[in-house]
């Protein structure tokens, strides 16, 4: 398997710009977590989804923000408008279910969001 | 709320052990986790204690202590390719199932 997958890999955008980005995850895996991370504030969880469905997106900033996961090979997080405090590389990853033995998330390679 | 504390920083030496500890208040706690991120990279999947006691994995090994809301990563035979941070994560479980991290170990091998 190749792992998860995300695209793009470096977004620069101009403040008040749409942003979109991608996640494909493992094949077989039932949860996508997206995640956001800076020096400020670490590794936080935006938003999770369980076979698609979206379970907890508490950690969602604002209403600038949105995740969706359209069937279960695909999902994407979208900022519009974006600000410069979104500036942050953000991380898809997946899992099986959490009480497998030896639980993992597998993260993706990121993508780097600089909003100027 | 949920919290996971965790020394900011670490300095070893090459051929040392060291050990980085994670003390946690959550609620619903279910398990803990390790995991390594070299800078520019994704974190990876390093242990997962659901269970108290000692997990080995060749020459990391992790602990945990429920009854103490405590665990630790152990790092022995340090390489420099170990220098890394390196964060422990609480599985949330009860009606959530997710991983709430800490803010992360910076571990500095020096030869």
């Known amino acids: 398997d190749a792992g998860v997958i995300q695209s793009p890999r470096h977004e620069v955008t101009e403040m008040g710009q749409e942003v979109t980005l991608r996640c494909k995850p493992i094949?077989?895996?039932?949860?996508l977590f997206w995640y956001r991370q800076t020096m400020m504030r670490g590794l936080e969880l935006l938003i999770y989804?369980?076979?698609?469905?979206?379970?907890?997106d508490s950690g969602m900033p604002e209403d600038r923000f949105s995740a969706k996961m359209p069937n279960a090979s695909f999902s994407t997080l979208k900022i519009q408008p974006s600000e410069p405090r979104d500036s942050a590389v953000y991380f898809c990853?997946?899992?099986?279910?959490?009480?497998?033995?030896?639980?993992?998330?597998?993260f993706g390679p990121g993508t780097r969001l600089t909003v100027t | 709320g949920q919290s996971l504390e965790q020394p900011s920083e670490v300095t070893a030496v090459e051929g040392a052990i060291v050990q980085i500890n994670c003390t946690y208040q959550?609620?619903?706690?279910?398990?803990l986790s390790w995991y390594q991120q070299h800078d520019g990279g994704a974190p990876t999947f390093l242990s997962y204690?659901?269970?108290?006691g000692l997990e080995e994995t060749g020459r990391f090994s992790s602990f945990l202590s429920r009854s103490d809301s405590y665990g630790y990563l152990l790092l022995q035979e340090l390489q420099m390719k170990d220098s890394a941070s390196y964060f422990c994560?609480?599985?949330?479980?009860?009606?959530?199932?997710?991983?709430?991290f800490g803010a992360g170990t910076r571990l500095a091998v020096h030869p």
């Open positions: 959550t609620s619903g706690f279910y398990g």
């Open positions: 989804f369980n076979n698609n469905v979206p379970i907890d």
């Open positions: 990853a997946s899992s099986l279910a959490p009480w497998t033995r030896s639980y993992e998330q597998y």
């Open positions: 094949s077989g895996h039932d949860y």
């Open positions: 204690n659901a269970l108290d």
């Open positions: 994560a609480g599985l949330i479980s009860g009606g959530y199932n997710k991983l709430i």
